[in-house]
């Protein structure tokens, strides 16, 4: 199984800051990688698929990056229903696998 | 309006049965593959089971082969998961998640609220 690994597992930040989470894979999965966000007692929601390609409806200030085994979610200006969970998953492989999470709460 | 709706979850004793249900609506259900996923209290994502538009092929976690079946009736837009052989680690919320492909990429959107299972003495 292809393992998905995520940094910080959590941290704090403000209002305005600018977040940023990453993903690594444990092979190359090329662009195969989505980016989910889950708020507490919720399902998750699609941020971004392919690596970089922003949801309809989903605020421009996310962003995606990277391929091969190095992916980035950027947050360029955090607002206050940003904090949240934030998930990487891999579609590489039939066997989808995620990340552990990126807990982003508020400092 | 796209939706999934799962039910089915609550309190059973291990090594019993439960089969949790998902049913959609707001588009053609036999068009799309689904995901099962859970999420243990406090914890992160699991993935556990697929199945293809047509039901064709299923894949499984390895954590759940040979105890969970994945299946679906294209005539009533329904998802199960027949979950035997409970064991307390089986405890979680239980999503259900829609399949979208485009080429050779894919991603689960949307997801259901969920339906908790506890497996418990």
């Known amino acids: 199984d292809i393992q998905m690994t995520q940094s910080p597992s959590s941290l704090s930040a403000s209002v305005g800051d600018r977040v940023t989470i990453t993903c690594r894979a444990s092979q190359s999965i090329g662009t195969y990688l989505n980016w989910y966000q889950q708020k507490p007692g919720k399902a998750p929601k699609l941020l971004i698929h392919a690596a970089s390609n922003l949801e309809s409806g989903v605020p421009s200030r996310f962003s995606g990056s990277g391929g091969g085994t190095d992916f980035t979610l950027t947050i360029s200006s955090l607002q206050p229903e940003d904090f949240a969970t934030y998930y990487c998953q891999q579609s590489y492989s039939t066997l989808v696998t995620f990340g552990g999470g990126a807990k982003v709460e508020i400092k | 309006q796209v939706q999934l709706a799962e039910s089915g979850g609550g309190v059973v004793r291990p090594g019993r049965s439960l089969r949790l249900s998902c049913t959609a609506s707001?588009?053609?259900?036999?068009?799309?593959?689904f995901h099962w996923v859970r999420q243990a209290p406090g914890q992160g994502l699991e993935w556990v089971a697929v199945?293809?538009?047509?039901?064709?092929?299923?894949y499984y976690a390895d954590s759940v082969k040979g105890r969970f079946t994945i299946s679906r009736d294209n005539s009533k837009s329904a998802l199960y998961l027949q979950m035997n052989s409970l064991r307390a680690e089986d405890t979680a919320v239980y999503y259900c998640?829609?399949?979208?492909?485009?080429?050779?990429?894919?991603?689960?959107?949307?997801w259901g609220q969920g339906t908790l299972v506890t497996v418990s003495s």
């Open positions: 998640a829609r399949l979208l492909v485009v080429g050779d990429w894919s991603w689960l959107d949307p």
């Open positions: 199945i293809w538009y047509d039901g064709t092929n299923e």
């Open positions: 707001g588009f053609t259900f036999g068009d799309y593959g």
